[in-house]
């Protein structure tokens, strides 16, 4: 199988990329990412979220994910020609999308646009660009969540394909359960956009030593679907290559 030609959107890696310039951010003066990855109440509340994660054994929830989430979604949409205002604010939902952790898993994204209505009120945002930031955030997590904008769709494919070994916080490799095993096997995991063919590809590398392809399904075949729908609002097919193999 060979890989299709598009624009690598994604590289994961266990280090957040660095904070955009602001010539970089598309905000034309207004608040962009720069401004939430600055804002140390977002930091506080993101890591506390990763510390509830780590304590019922999720795997990374924290800055990391939120800040590879963000530049994914904003780079899905850049990559499929959308303006650079609306994928600024998909990189903005996307760092904030799981900030809602810190108070309780159940809900966290209807409890995280709640709290992200506070902070972006708090920081001046219009209101009209809230609103689609939140709407994302609410809608990010399967089975309720549903692509109701680009911005949302941008962020679900960003989020759900963020399986990776660095994600593990688990630090006992004997008491790996199976979501524990499947990121732990994934050496590497990359999304393609082909706005050309209007193909999203989810390429990953899994060392099926670690985990089987059917246990990447057990628990990932709902996240999947979710992907192609997400794909579908953006006009593009979704394509999952593990191991070199379309499936
Ligand atoms: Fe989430
Ligand atoms: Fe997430």
């Known amino acids: 199988m060979t890989i299709p030609p598009g624009v690598l959107a994604s590289d994961r890696v266990a280090a957040p990329p660095p904070v955009p310039a602001p010539s970089e951010t598309g905000t034309q003066g207004r608040i962009g990412l ?30 990391r994910h939120a800040a590879l989430v963000a530049a994914i979604s ?17 990189a903005m939902a996307g760092y904030l999308h799981d900030i809602g952790n810190c108070v309780h898993r159940i809900y966290h ?29 609410g809608n990010h ?7 109701i904008s680009a911005i949302t769709a941008a962020v679900i494919i ?14 006992d490799p004997t008491t790996y359960d199976i979501h524990d095993r499947v990121n732990h096997a994934v050496q590497k995991s990359h999304i393609l956009i082909n706005s050309a063919e209007c193909v999203i590809t989810l390429d990953l590398v899994i060392d099926t030593a670690q985990a089987s392809v059917m246990e990447y399904f057990e628990i990932f075949v ?10 579908a609002l953006l006009g593009c097919r979704f394509c999952l290559i593990i191991n070199g193999v379309e499936l």
Do not use: W
């Open 34 to 63: 720069r401004e939430i990855r600055s804002n140390e109440r977002i930091r506080s509340y993101i890591e506390a979220a990763n510390q509830q994660m780590f304590i019922i054994g999720y795997s990374e929830h924290g800055l």
């Open 74 to 90: 904003r780079n899905i949409l850049l990559g499929l020609g959308t303006e650079a205002r609306t994928a600024e604010l998909a």
């Open 109 to 137: 994204p209807q409890i995280g646009a709640t709290m992200a209505f506070q902070l972006l009120e708090d920081m001046k945002l219009d209101a009209v660009e809230i609103a689609q930031i939140i709407g994302a955030i």
């Open 141 to 147: 997590e399967e089975p309720e969540g549903v692509p």
């Open 158 to 171: 960003a989020d759900k394909s963020d399986v990776h070994f660095t994600r593990v916080q688990n630090p």
């Open 222 to 231: 709902e996240r999947m679907i979710m992907c192609r729908k997400a794909a």
